[in-house]
Protein backbone atom coordinates (compact mmCIF):
# COMPACT_ATOMS: atom_id res chain seq x y z
CA UNK A 1 0.00 0.00 0.00
CA UNK A 2 1.25 3.39 -1.16
CA UNK A 3 1.83 5.50 1.82
CA UNK A 4 0.42 8.51 -0.41
CA UNK A 5 -2.88 6.85 -0.64
CA UNK A 6 -3.34 5.71 2.48
CA UNK A 7 -2.97 8.97 4.06
CA UNK A 8 -5.18 10.91 1.56
CA UNK A 9 -7.69 8.25 2.40
CA UNK A 10 -7.40 9.27 5.89
CA UNK A 11 -7.41 12.51 5.59
CA UNK A 12 -10.43 12.39 3.21
CA UNK A 13 -12.48 9.77 5.78
CA UNK A 14 -11.88 12.58 8.29
CA UNK A 15 -12.71 15.35 6.33
CA UNK A 16 -15.95 13.69 4.96
CA UNK A 17 -17.24 11.03 7.85
CA UNK A 18 -15.50 12.89 10.98
CA UNK A 19 -15.32 10.28 13.49
CA UNK A 20 -17.08 7.60 12.27
CA UNK A 21 -14.89 4.31 12.49
CA UNK A 22 -12.69 3.44 9.81
CA UNK A 23 -12.83 0.06 7.74
CA UNK A 24 -10.61 -2.25 7.27
CA UNK A 25 -9.65 -4.48 4.33
CA UNK A 26 -8.45 -7.96 3.64
CA UNK A 27 -6.36 -9.74 0.92
CA UNK A 28 -4.68 -12.90 0.17
CA UNK A 29 -0.35 -13.42 1.15
CA UNK A 30 2.00 -16.13 1.17
CA UNK A 31 2.97 -15.24 5.19
CA UNK A 32 0.80 -13.39 7.49
CA UNK A 33 3.86 -10.67 7.90
CA UNK A 34 2.94 -8.19 10.67
CA UNK A 35 -0.07 -9.73 11.80
CA UNK A 36 -0.97 -12.16 14.39
CA UNK A 37 -2.02 -15.74 13.44
CA UNK A 38 -5.45 -16.32 15.22
CA UNK A 39 -6.45 -18.68 17.27
CA UNK A 40 -6.13 -22.00 17.06
CA UNK A 41 -8.73 -23.55 19.13
CA UNK A 42 -11.03 -26.03 18.05
CA UNK A 43 -14.17 -24.31 19.25
CA UNK A 44 -16.71 -22.90 16.78
CA UNK A 45 -15.98 -19.29 16.35
CA UNK A 46 -18.15 -16.65 14.23
CA UNK A 47 -15.74 -14.86 11.85
CA UNK A 48 -17.64 -11.56 12.47
CA UNK A 49 -17.67 -12.02 16.29
CA UNK A 50 -13.69 -11.91 15.43
CA UNK A 51 -13.45 -9.21 13.16
CA UNK A 52 -14.19 -7.19 16.35
CA UNK A 53 -10.77 -7.76 17.01
CA UNK A 54 -9.64 -5.93 13.87
CA UNK A 55 -12.14 -3.29 14.31
CA UNK A 56 -10.70 -2.07 17.21
CA UNK A 57 -6.81 -2.20 15.48
CA UNK A 58 -5.41 -5.74 16.08
CA UNK A 59 -3.77 -6.98 12.17
CA UNK A 60 -5.24 -10.83 11.76
CA UNK A 61 -4.04 -13.71 9.56
CA UNK A 62 -6.48 -17.18 9.12
CA UNK A 63 -5.93 -20.53 7.09
CA UNK A 64 -7.74 -23.62 6.89
CA UNK A 65 -6.19 -24.51 10.18
CA UNK A 66 -7.36 -21.44 12.62
CA UNK A 67 -10.85 -20.79 10.84
CA UNK A 68 -12.88 -22.29 13.37
CA UNK A 69 -16.46 -21.93 11.16
CA UNK A 70 -17.54 -24.06 7.87
CA UNK A 71 -18.83 -21.14 6.19
CA UNK A 72 -16.10 -19.07 6.75
CA UNK A 73 -13.52 -21.97 5.37
CA UNK A 74 -15.95 -22.27 2.17
CA UNK A 75 -16.48 -18.55 1.44
CA UNK A 76 -12.99 -17.73 2.27
CA UNK A 77 -11.94 -20.49 -0.19
CA UNK A 78 -10.02 -23.14 1.98
CA UNK A 79 -12.79 -26.12 1.47
CA UNK A 80 -14.31 -26.79 -1.95
CA UNK A 81 -17.89 -27.50 -0.26
CA UNK A 82 -19.93 -27.03 2.41
CA UNK A 83 -20.42 -29.74 5.70
CA UNK A 84 -22.71 -32.85 5.16
CA UNK A 85 -26.68 -32.21 5.31
CA UNK A 86 -25.64 -28.41 4.54
CA UNK A 87 -29.06 -28.46 2.72
CA UNK A 88 -31.44 -29.38 5.19
CA UNK A 89 -29.27 -26.87 8.23
CA UNK A 90 -29.79 -23.80 5.90
CA UNK A 91 -33.58 -24.90 5.15
CA UNK A 92 -35.84 -26.93 7.53
CA UNK A 93 -33.60 -29.11 9.37
CA UNK A 94 -33.83 -32.63 9.70
CA UNK A 95 -36.52 -34.16 12.25
CA UNK A 96 -34.97 -35.30 15.29
CA UNK A 97 -31.65 -34.93 14.26
CA UNK A 98 -31.15 -31.56 13.07
CA UNK A 99 -32.54 -27.66 13.47
CA UNK A 100 -33.14 -25.65 10.62
CA UNK A 101 -31.94 -22.58 10.33
CA UNK A 102 -35.12 -21.88 7.64
CA UNK A 103 -32.80 -19.00 5.71
CA UNK A 104 -34.37 -20.96 2.18
CA UNK A 105 -37.28 -22.80 1.90
CA UNK A 106 -36.22 -26.07 0.98
CA UNK A 107 -33.34 -28.57 0.85
CA UNK A 108 -33.47 -28.73 -2.81
CA UNK A 109 -33.28 -25.04 -3.27
CA UNK A 110 -30.53 -24.97 -1.50
CA UNK A 111 -28.45 -27.67 -3.66
CA UNK A 112 -29.26 -25.44 -6.56
CA UNK A 113 -27.48 -22.44 -4.66
CA UNK A 114 -24.87 -24.48 -4.39
CA UNK A 115 -24.31 -26.03 -7.88
CA UNK A 116 -23.87 -22.21 -8.91
CA UNK A 117 -21.18 -21.15 -6.37
CA UNK A 118 -17.93 -20.84 -7.40
CA UNK A 119 -14.36 -20.33 -5.37
CA UNK A 120 -11.55 -18.09 -4.85
CA UNK A 121 -8.12 -20.39 -5.23
CA UNK A 122 -6.54 -19.43 -2.07
CA UNK A 123 -2.88 -21.82 -3.24
CA UNK A 124 -2.03 -22.22 -0.03
CA UNK A 125 -1.98 -18.32 1.14
CA UNK A 126 -3.59 -16.73 4.53
CA UNK A 127 -5.93 -14.54 4.34
CA UNK A 128 -5.16 -11.08 6.10
CA UNK A 129 -7.26 -8.42 7.68
CA UNK A 130 -6.10 -4.70 8.96
CA UNK A 131 -8.10 -1.62 9.83
CA UNK A 132 -6.78 0.48 6.98
CA UNK A 133 -4.29 2.38 9.37
CA UNK A 134 -2.45 -0.28 10.06
CA UNK A 135 -1.61 -1.07 6.34
CA UNK A 136 1.81 -1.35 5.14
CA UNK A 137 3.75 -0.90 2.06
CA UNK A 138 3.90 -4.62 1.03
CA UNK A 139 0.17 -4.51 1.51
CA UNK A 140 -2.50 -5.00 -1.48
CA UNK A 141 -5.89 -4.53 -0.12
CA UNK A 142 -8.43 -6.33 -2.36
CA UNK A 143 -11.45 -5.60 -0.51
CA UNK A 144 -12.12 -2.42 1.71
CA UNK A 145 -14.71 -2.98 4.29
CA UNK A 146 -17.12 -0.70 6.35
CA UNK A 147 -19.24 -1.32 9.01
CA UNK A 148 -21.69 1.47 9.18
CA UNK A 149 -24.47 3.27 10.47
CA UNK A 150 -27.17 4.03 8.34
CA UNK A 151 -25.52 8.05 8.07
CA UNK A 152 -22.74 6.84 6.77
CA UNK A 153 -24.25 3.87 4.19
CA UNK A 154 -26.03 6.44 2.93
CA UNK A 155 -22.94 8.33 2.01
CA UNK A 156 -21.08 5.22 0.72
CA UNK A 157 -24.10 4.04 -1.11
CA UNK A 158 -24.30 7.50 -3.49
CA UNK A 159 -21.17 7.72 -3.77
CA UNK A 160 -20.88 3.91 -5.49
CA UNK A 161 -23.29 5.98 -7.56
CA UNK A 162 -22.06 9.06 -8.62
CA UNK A 163 -20.42 7.47 -11.54
CA UNK A 164 -22.95 5.55 -12.46
CA UNK A 165 -25.81 6.18 -14.91
CA UNK A 166 -27.80 2.85 -13.99
CA UNK A 167 -27.81 3.98 -10.50
CA UNK A 168 -26.68 0.04 -10.01
CA UNK A 169 -23.16 0.21 -8.18
CA UNK A 170 -24.42 -1.52 -5.01
CA UNK A 171 -25.51 -5.20 -4.68
CA UNK A 172 -27.34 -6.96 -1.55
CA UNK A 173 -27.03 -10.50 -2.64
CA UNK A 174 -28.16 -13.53 0.03
CA UNK A 175 -25.21 -14.98 2.28
CA UNK A 176 -23.44 -15.37 5.16
CA UNK A 177 -22.08 -12.37 6.68
CA UNK A 178 -18.79 -13.56 5.59
CA UNK A 179 -19.55 -14.44 2.18
CA UNK A 180 -20.72 -10.35 1.99
CA UNK A 181 -17.44 -9.08 2.98
CA UNK A 182 -14.91 -11.35 1.19
CA UNK A 183 -16.41 -14.27 -1.07
CA UNK A 184 -18.65 -11.70 -2.77
CA UNK A 185 -15.90 -9.02 -2.59
CA UNK A 186 -13.30 -10.92 -4.05
CA UNK A 187 -15.58 -11.94 -7.37
CA UNK A 188 -16.55 -8.24 -7.52
CA UNK A 189 -13.30 -7.25 -7.82
CA UNK A 190 -12.41 -9.70 -10.70
CA UNK A 191 -14.80 -7.89 -12.63
CA UNK A 192 -14.54 -4.96 -15.52
CA UNK A 193 -16.90 -2.76 -13.54
CA UNK A 194 -17.22 -3.88 -10.27
CA UNK A 195 -19.90 -3.01 -7.54
CA UNK A 196 -19.73 -3.23 -3.95
CA UNK A 197 -21.57 -5.11 -1.43
CA UNK A 198 -24.18 -4.15 0.61
CA UNK A 199 -24.29 -7.30 3.71
CA UNK A 200 -24.52 -8.11 7.18
CA UNK A 201 -28.37 -9.13 6.89
CA UNK A 202 -26.96 -12.33 7.98
CA UNK A 203 -29.50 -13.57 11.07
CA UNK A 204 -26.72 -15.47 12.68
CA UNK A 205 -24.21 -13.00 12.45
CA UNK A 206 -26.47 -10.49 13.27
CA UNK A 207 -25.65 -10.82 17.08
CA UNK A 208 -21.54 -9.80 16.72
CA UNK A 209 -22.36 -6.31 15.27
CA UNK A 210 -23.61 -3.58 16.91
CA UNK A 211 -28.21 -3.35 16.03
CA UNK A 212 -27.40 -0.46 14.23
CA UNK A 213 -25.35 -1.62 11.66
CA UNK A 214 -24.39 -3.01 8.27
CA UNK A 215 -21.32 -4.05 6.37
CA UNK A 216 -20.31 -2.32 2.80
CA UNK A 217 -17.81 -4.01 1.33
CA UNK A 218 -16.34 -2.37 -1.53
CA UNK A 219 -13.53 -3.71 -4.15
CA UNK A 220 -10.28 -2.52 -4.25
CA UNK A 221 -10.94 -0.81 -7.83
CA UNK A 222 -13.58 0.05 -7.17
CA UNK A 223 -12.49 1.73 -3.76
CA UNK A 224 -9.49 4.39 -6.22
CA UNK A 225 -12.87 5.28 -7.99
CA UNK A 226 -14.91 6.42 -5.10
CA UNK A 227 -12.10 7.92 -3.71
CA UNK A 228 -10.96 9.57 -6.34
CA UNK A 229 -14.71 11.11 -6.73
CA UNK A 230 -14.81 12.45 -3.05
CA UNK A 231 -13.96 16.33 -3.94
CA UNK A 232 -15.86 16.57 -6.69
CA UNK A 233 -19.61 15.02 -5.32
CA UNK A 234 -22.03 16.07 -2.69
CA UNK A 235 -19.62 15.39 -0.10
CA UNK A 236 -18.46 18.58 -0.52
CA UNK A 237 -22.40 20.39 -0.40
CA UNK A 238 -24.20 21.73 2.67
CA UNK A 239 -26.66 18.68 2.06
CA UNK A 240 -23.40 16.07 3.40
CA UNK A 241 -22.99 18.42 6.07
CA UNK A 242 -26.02 17.97 7.93
CA UNK A 243 -25.84 14.70 7.81
CA UNK A 244 -21.91 14.95 9.65
CA UNK A 245 -23.20 16.78 11.94
CA UNK A 246 -24.99 14.05 13.37
CA UNK A 247 -22.76 11.35 12.71
CA UNK A 248 -20.01 13.29 14.75
Given at each position: ?49 ELAKVRKGK ?38 EMEGERYIR ?115 KKFLTMMGN ?19
Amino acid sequence: MDSKLKNEFLQKWEKYFGKAELPFVFFYSPDPGTATLANEKKDHSCIICELAKVRKGKSLAYNEFNLRCGGSLRYFGYAKGMRQNFEYFLSCGIPGEMEGERYIRTPEMVREIMKKMQTIPTDGKYIIFKRWDKLEENDEPEGVIFFAKPDVLSGLFTLANFDQVDGDGVVAPFGSGCSSIVFKTWHENAKENPKAVLGMFDCSARPCVPKDTLSFSIPFKKFLTMMGNMDESFLITETWKTVKKRIN
